[in-house]
């Protein structure tokens, strides 16, 4: 969703890189495939849990860039049936992943205010991200655009509800014990998910709602405000992180993609509703932001995940050992058989 991120937010003024960006969403989609082949070999760790959030975000990322970029080569029926499908499996999982994860951790993993982190906004983030990408879907159904519709008004407003009480804690959590670990200081980047995402959603739904545009201007600025505000807050924390120790590279540094693009799509969407230049410049900042992020990020991964890959298809091409059988078992065995000569 990092990568995707990139292609689907490109502002309209920048519209000259589509090849570009068409290139990056043909490379998410691969990279969709990659992971979704390789997922069987992964064991769940509880630790990990928030990150169950990602899967369905990136399936409805890769899905709204096929309706965006794909028509260029598949035609746009097919690009429609493309991103349908993909939007119907990013929403189902989305849903599974803003109720199950915070159940499993509230019962089972239990952490304490001093864990919270903005990784546990990850799992309830991903119907917001179906609400925006269901939008662009809207006019592409016929007959059934007014259900989608009422659908994607009710994810964002089911996701806007399990966010804000995440927020607060996180709050809580920086003003009594401080930021966290340097590895995990880039996960407060991810507050900007769901406020970036929710200015989009509402105000791409709009769109198609025009009795409801007043209600995306009148949440989406103060909204987009605040996701700025938060920026620099974040940027704080960082470069004193930075300034005490370092910020040592961890997959947490993603979080300076996905959720700087959310608020890319959500300065693209208001400068459209209110016709502002001020609103299109600052999608054309926080994109140069987002590229040279994602550039960064990416360079630092690949060294890192080429030999896992390398490891996982040596995996794949071994020869799995037979499951050795139990003593009671292995001599039942061989009495059937000595009897059968």
Do not use: K
Not at 236 to 252: D, K, Q
Not at 275 to 294: H, P, T
Not at 306 to 321: I, N
């Amino acid at each position: 969703m990092g990568t995707g991120i990139v292609a689907t937010a490109l502002p309209p003024d920048l519209d000259a890189l589509r090849p570009l960006a068409a290139a990056i969403w043909l490379l998410s989609g691969i990279m969709l495939v990659a992971l979704a082949f390789t997922w069987r070999h992964r064991r769940f760790d509880p630790e990990i849990a928030p990150f169950l959030g990602a899967p369905p975000m990136a399936l409805l990322t890769v899905g709204t860039g096929t309706l965006f970029y794909g028509q260029d080569l598949i035609g746009l029926r097919a690009a429609i049936v493309v991103d349908a499908t993909l939007w119907l499996a990013g929403t189902l999982l989305g849903l599974a992943s803003m109720i199950g994860v915070p159940w499993f951790m509230l019962t089972r993993h239990r952490p304490r205010l001093e864990e919270a982190s903005g990784l546990w906004l990850m799992p309830v983030v991903p119907p917001m991200v179906a609400a925006t990408g269901g939008a662009h879907l809207v006019p592409h159904v016929g007959s059934l655009s007014e259900a989608l519709l009422v659908t994607c008004y009710a994810l964002f407003g089911l996701s806007l509800l399990a966010v804000i009480p995440i927020v607060a804690v996180l709050v809580r959590r920086i003003r009594v014990h401080g930021p966290g670990a340097a590895s995990m200081v880039p996960t407060l980047v991810i507050v900007l998910g769901p406020l970036g995402q929710s200015v989009t959603a509402v105000n791409q739904l709009a769109r198609s709602a025009p009795e409801l545009a007043a209600f995306g201007l009148w949440y989406g600025v103060p909204v987009w405000t605040a996701a700025m505000a938060w920026l620099a807050v974040a940027a704080f924390f960082l470069l004193r992180t930075v300034r005490r120790g370092g910020l040592p590279y961890a997959m947490t540094w993603w979080s300076f993609t996905f959720p700087v693009g959310t608020c890319v799509t959500g300065a693209s969407a208001l400068a459209v509703q209110l016709g502002s230049e001020l609103f299109g410049w600052a999608a054309l900042g926080l994109y140069a932001l987002l590229a040279g992020a994602w550039m960064t990020v990416a360079l630092r991964t690949v060294p890192l995940v080429a030999p896992q890959v390398r490891e996982l298809a040596t995996h794949s091409e071994r020869p799995q050992p037979r499951p050795v059988p139990r003593p009671g078992r292995e001599a039942l065995a061989l009495g059937v058989g000595g009897g059968g000569r």
